[in-house]
RNA sequence: GGUGGGUUGGCUGAGCGGUUUAAAGCGGUCGUCUUGAAAACGACUGGGGAGGAAACUCUCUCGCAGGUUCAAAUCCUGCACCCACCGCCA
């Protein structure tokens, strides 16, 4: 959410701000119900501070008058009640600004390359991820679709330690850099998953949300470790904190198609450690940096090519002011596929979720929040397999993960 | 899941229909005193909203949402959460 009073000051800049996301809401009546509005809100706190007068000392003429304004009021608060849920909810509805440079456009050319590593021609016929893990034992995607059907899928042998290597390897990084590690829940209360900007209900949701409970399963963490302050005002000598949640995620992907829609790579349910960052305004582009510059050395690491992209604006989510997304080179298809993705939220997710910081001189403002990816497993399991398998049909385990491992090589 | 108890400001804790404009204490900030500090004393000390250039004034907020009443932290209903015991259980 933005600032009602910015929204009502810079309609025009929203409404900019909306047709560049590609985003379909119609800002035209705030402005006439907020000053319908304010003018019974005028007439109605009016009204109550003649009743607090009144019950000072009552009397039979004040419990008279009294009455009278209780019948006034009662008229008047639903009103109030009304219009305001109204406004409400169209503020609720308007997205996030976008940074001045941050790409504008509706198509995949429009994101705008910041970097990208050099890839190698193949020097043996490759294999997908699919043919791997099937040669070599490592996921079942046919038990998977039995058990919970399509998109689910059993890890199992070398794949199972290399998603706990992933964990590890990504905690072990963060945890250098100041970080506190969480594991999370893996469900949360829609009001919280509305609060980061997901939508919890509908035919589009991505979220599960279970039957008989008011609960939902998280798509990732960043739900869980912004929802950690809601409602709470931080100090702001204890900025910035630095959060890495682990969590499973789990997204219903309605309507997604196209080849990456097979294997692992759009999955109903994926493991993911998440980075979370609360901060002071002004330092939340830098931080935005930071989290990128993370996600990099994650990615360098584990010694696989991979491109940085500044997202176009028809593809940032509502809450997002600027994306940058990591994608790793995946040559068993020869594409570049999306393994990471960091963005700052600014103040959106904040005033959302009722997170405020108290600066030195004591007044509060509402932070800025950012998140970004360190490791989804499942595509990173992705680019490891494909990138590193040999003309033997085995996989070398990336020099960093093999103390994790135990091994440096999957051979069946 | 069952039964009982509870949820008040940063914390402890009083209040159980109208002198509560939420007592008191702790903590915090500032000041007086002091070479400095402590102690003592004094003032200030939650958040949202409306009006105002400002000083300030008003309003909402006692877990959340409704209701009763001239008047609700206080009474009623529903819900959430916490604690205890029982049941179940990795």
């Given at each position: 959410m933005l600032d009602?009073?910015?929204?009502l000051e810079n309609l025009k800049e929203i409404e900019k701000t909306i047709q560049e996301r590609g985003m379909k809401v119609d800002v035209s009546f705030v402005a006439e119900l907020a000053a319908a509005r304010g003018k019974i809100l005028s007439r109605v706190e009016e009204l109550r501070a003649e009743r607090n007068k009144l019950s000072k000392k009552p009397s039979e003429k004040s419990i008279r008058q009294g009455t009278e304004i209780k019948n006034e009021l009662k008229n008047l608060e639903p009103q109030l009640k009304n219009l305001g849920e109204q406004l409400e909810k169209i503020l609720w509805q308007i997205p996030n600004l976008i940074h001045p440079k941050a790409p504008r456009g509706f198509e995949e050319k429009d994101n705008k390359s910041v970097r990208a590593d050099k890839v190698a021609k193949p020097a043996f016929k490759l294999l997908d991820h699919e043919q791997l893990a099937k040669k070599l034992d490592l996921a079942d995607f046919e038990a998977g679709a039995r058990v919970a059907g399509a998109k689910f899928y059993y890890l199992k042998n070398e794949a199972v330690l290399l998603e706990l290597a992933l964990i590890k390897y990504a905690f072990d990084i963060l945890l250098k850099e100041g970080f506190t590690p969480f594991i999370t829940p893996d469900l949360a209360k829609p009001a919280i998953i509305d609060g980061i900007g997901f939508v919890p209900r509908g035919p589009e949701s991505n979220i599960y949300l279970l039957e008989g409970e008011d609960l939902g399963l998280v798509g990732t963490a960043e739900i869980t470790l912004g929802g950690y302050h809601a409602g709470q005002i931080l100090e702001e000598g204890d900025l910035p904190l630095k959060y890495a949640g682990f969590s499973h995620c789990f997204r219903r992907e309605a309507g997604s198609y196209g080849?990456?829609?097979?294997?692992?790579?759009?999955?109903?349910?994926?493991s993911k450690v998440e980075m979370f960052l609360f901060c002071r305004p002004e330092e939340s582009e830098k931080m935005h940096e930071y989290l990128l510059s993370l996600?990099?050395?994650?990615?360098?690491?584990?010694?696989?090519?991979?491109?940085?992209l500044d997202i176009r604006a028809g593809d940032l989510g509502a809450a997002a002011y600027r994306k940058f997304d990591l994608e790793a080179w995946m040559p068993g298809k020869g594409e570049w596929g999306e393994?990471?993705?960091?963005?700052?939220?600014?103040d959106y997710q904040a005033r959302r979720l009722g997170i405020k910081y108290r600066k030195k001189n004591?007044?509060?403002?509402?932070?800025?929040?950012?998140?970004?990816?360190?490791?989804?497993?499942?595509?990173a399991l992705i680019a490891i397999l494909e990138n590193y398998q040999k003309e033997d049909g085995t996989v070398e385990i990336p020099k960093v993960l093999v103390p994790y491992v135990g091994k440096k090589l999957i051979r069946r």
């Open positions: 009602p009073k910015f929204v080849q990456f829609s097979k294997g692992l790579y759009r999955v109903h349910q994926f996600e990099e050395k994650i990615f360098r690491g584990l010694g696989i090519p991979y491109r940085v393994v990471t993705s960091t963005s700052n939220t600014t004591g007044e509060t403002a509402y932070l800025h929040t950012l998140n970004g990816t360190a490791i989804a497993t499942s595509r």
